[in-house]
C-alpha cells in the first residue's frame, strides 16, 4: 500500500513565496485556499451527486492545482484519484472515495490558523535570515 502523503508540505509554500518574489503574496494564497476550502468541496460533491461529469472535472482540477501550489499534499493526491475516476466514467465510485476528500478538507480547514502562522513565522524568518532549512518537517 503506498505511503499517504503529507498533509502539508511546508516547502512548497517557501518555494512558491520565491518565485513570486513575495512571501506576503503566497501567504494570502495559502490563506485564501484554506478559506475557500469548504465551498470547494462542496462544488466537488455536489457535482458528483449531480452526476454532472464536466462540473466534476473542473472543480477537481481547479482545486488539485491549487492543492499542489500550497503543498496540501493530501488534497492534491485525493483530486487526482478522483479527477481520474470521473475521466473513467465510474461516478458512483468517485462518490464513495470522496470521503476521504471530505475528511482531507476538513483537517485542513481545523488546521488553517496553525498552518498559517507556522508559514507568517517561516517566511519571515526567512526574509530575514535567508533560506530556511529544507528539512522533512510536514504535517
Known sequence: MPE???LFDPNVIRSLADELNSPDIALRFLGEYLRMLPERLKS????????DTAASLDALLSLKITSSMTGALRAEACCRTLHA??????VEQARVEAGV??????????AAPTLLGWAKTDLEYKSIQGPAPQGSRRF
Open 4 to 6: 499517504r502523503p503529507a
Open 44 to 51: 466537488i460533491l455536489t457535482a458528483l451527486d449531480d452526476r
Open 85 to 90: 475516476l470521473v475521466r473513467e466514467k465510474n
Open 101 to 110: 476528500l471530505t475528511a482531507t478538507v476538513a483537517h485542513l480547514h481545523a
